[in-house]
């Protein structure tokens, strides 16, 4: 019985490798690089993230004093870092401009280091990197290739159809791992590098998938969350993360904000928000998430709005997930806690969907153990061809 279930097996995983094999090649190497998309453009573009400490930091206040760019714009966020020897980025909203320039600040002299609004050589080569990952770089094609869809939508089908057949050959390959033999196990766990090139090729296919399995695994089942909008919403479905889409949350908005109208119109100029101070609202976002991290600060960009926190942590075995506040702008008084630790094991699968596809999940330390995956991912079409070729050209010249 197991004979017939094993051979259907292993012709699912064969064509469903088969047919991806280019496309998972070119998504696996990419996102073996793409891993460690933070690292190298803070490698290359160093002088944006990191200074030297001199003494002591400036307030945030005082570099906000210090700001030019806030004379044609507004300040819309911060990022603090708990590292003495990182920059502090200020956010800003130029008048008329939907979306906000980050600017680079020294924290010991004030001194604008850098802004976002060009892209740096990095940042082009990891563009292109992430295109190549997502969209096969066809979003990169001018000319419309099927006029049904857009390039980039072609992209994503594409990509998510092959990584849906990986998905398949990682299920498939894991009951094909299993020795027929219980006494063979052993032969699966390891390579035997005095054998011929097809034995080490054989073993070197296996082995190195046994190993990575759980990555590959999470790789795929998260990959399709971006290649398909029921498949995404499905995953937040599964782990109760869903969320209406905006279109349908504006409508419910302006049926609510119908009869307000008339009051805003009658009003009189609506007064800008006005934070107590941004050094005591980061101390106060230290207060309440008292460990080391990243802080990011967003403003109210409503009268009467909130001040958003968000913070997480960074370290060698960081968990993934940020910890969030909500804080009265003016009083800095706790209006909400949301700690990621605290949410229900659904939730918290749900919204580190992407962490889980980066590595990102326990800091560094999986960020390294998914990098060898990708690599590994990336060979497994190359060894799992050519231990099909070799099989074909072995009943070929037994027929023969």
């Known amino acids: 019985m197991w ?4 051979q259907f ?3 699912i995983h064969l064509y469903a490798g088969l047919l991806s094999a280019v496309i998972v090649i070119a998504v696996c190497f990419t996102g073996t690089l793409y891993v460690y998309n933070t690292e190298i453009r803070e490698f290359f573009d160093s002088e944006r993230y990191f200074v030297s400490a001199q003494g002591s930091p400036k307030t945030l206040e005082e570099l906000k004093s210090g700001l030019q760019p806030l004379q044609q714009g507004k300040l819309v966020g911060i990022t603090a870092y708990s590292v003495a020897e990182r920059t502090v980025q200020f956010q800003v909203k130029a008048t008329g401009e939907e979306k906000a320039t980050t600017y680079f600040v020294d924290p010991y002299t004030g001194e604008v280091l850098a802004d976002n609004s060009k892209k740096t050589s990095s940042e082009e080569f990891m563009g292109y990197v992430f295109s190549l990952h997502r969209w096969l770089l066809l979003d990169k094609v001018e000319t419309s290739i099927l006029g049904s869809m857009t390039n980039q939508e072609l992209g994503r089908l594409i990509n998510g159809i092959a990584t849906s057949l990986f998905l398949l050959g990682v299920l498939t390959g894991i009951f094909l791992w299993l020795p027929k033999k219980a006494k063979n196990w052993k032969q699966g766990l390891s390579v035997k ?3 011929n090139w097809k034995r080490i ?3 070197l296919h296996n082995t190195l998938a046994f190993y990575s399995i759980l ?3 999470i790789m795929a089942v998260t990959g399709p969350y971006w290649s398909f909008g029921w498949y995404k919403t499905g995953w937040q479905k599964t782990w109760d993360t869903y969320q209406a889409p905006k279109e349908e949350k504006k409508e419910d908005k302006s049926k609510e904000s119908s009869t307000t109208e008339s009051v805003v119109e009658d009003s009189t100029a609506i007064p800008e928000p006005q934070i107590i101070s ?10 309440h998430l008292s460990y080391a991290g990243v802080v990011k600060l967003t403003l109210p960009e409503e009268p009467q709005g909130d001040l958003a926190v968000s913070k997480s942590r960074t370290g060698f075995f960081a968990r993934a997930g940020a910890d969030q506040l909500k804080l009265n702008a003016q009083t800095l008084e706790l209006k909400e806690k949301v700690l990621f630790g605290e949410l229900p094991v659904r939730q918290q699968i749900g919204k580190s969907v992407k962490a889980l596809h980066t590595g990102e999940i326990f800091g560094k330390f999986t960020k390294f153990l998914w990098a060898v995956a990708c690599a590994i991912a990336t ?10 070729w070799n099989k074909r050209k072995k009943k070929r010249v037994i027929s023969d």
């Open 3 to 6: 004979k017939p279930i094993r």
């Open 215 to 217: 990555a590959l695994f």
């Open 278 to 287: 941004l050094d005591e609202a980061l101390a106060a976002a230290n207060q």
């Open 379 to 388: 060979s497994l079409p190359i060894t799992g061809t050519l231990i099909w």
């Open 193 to 195: 590098w005095s054998g």
């Open 9 to 11: 097996l292993n012709d």
């Open 201 to 203: 090729n054989h073993d």
